[in-house]
Nanobody, 126 residues
Framework: QVQLVESGGGLVQAGGSLRLSCAVS????????MGWFRQAPGNQREFVATISRSAAVTYYADVVKGRFTISRDNAKNTVYLQMNSLKPEDTAVYYC???????????????????WGQGTQVTVSS
């Protein structure tokens, strides 16, 4: 059974930084394209960033481009999301996801992704 466990969320002031981690177990990490998504209260879950199996290709939502960086360490079975210059509108529950069939580009479409973590809360105060 594949399990994804996010960590690193918390409360931060606007302009601050956080680094989220997502540890994957129960499968072959290097076989999965990985992604980060978020859901704010009252909103649908939305794409934040995705990364290819080799880490050579990444995609970002326009609203986070230049502020967030997705990376992965295949030796540690972990994907990261470095978030800088945080804004109050970044407040949400952040989820990581893994997919063994899609590539980073097509992981931007949320429905049907293989595996999800439980989420970690990020709150940015103004």
């Amino acid at each position: 059974q594949v399990q994804l466990v996010e960590s690193g969320g918390g409360l931060v002031q606007a302009g601050g930084s956080l680094r989220l981690s997502c540890a994957v177990s129960g499968g072959t990490f290097s076989n999965y394209a990985m992604g980060w998504f978020r859901q704010a209260p009252g909103n649908q879950r939305e794409f934040v960033a995705t990364i290819s199996r080799s880490a050579a290709v990444t995609y970002y939502a326009d609203v986070v481009k230049g502020r967030f960086t997705i990376s992965r360490d295949n030796a540690k079975n972990t994907v990261y999301l470095q978030m800088n210059s945080l804004k109050p509108e970044d407040t949400a529950v952040y989820y990581c996801a893994a997919d063994q069939d899609r590539v980073a580009r097509t992981m931007r479409n949320i429905p049907g992704l293989n595996y999800w973590g439980q989420g970690t809360q990020v709150t940015v105060s103004s």
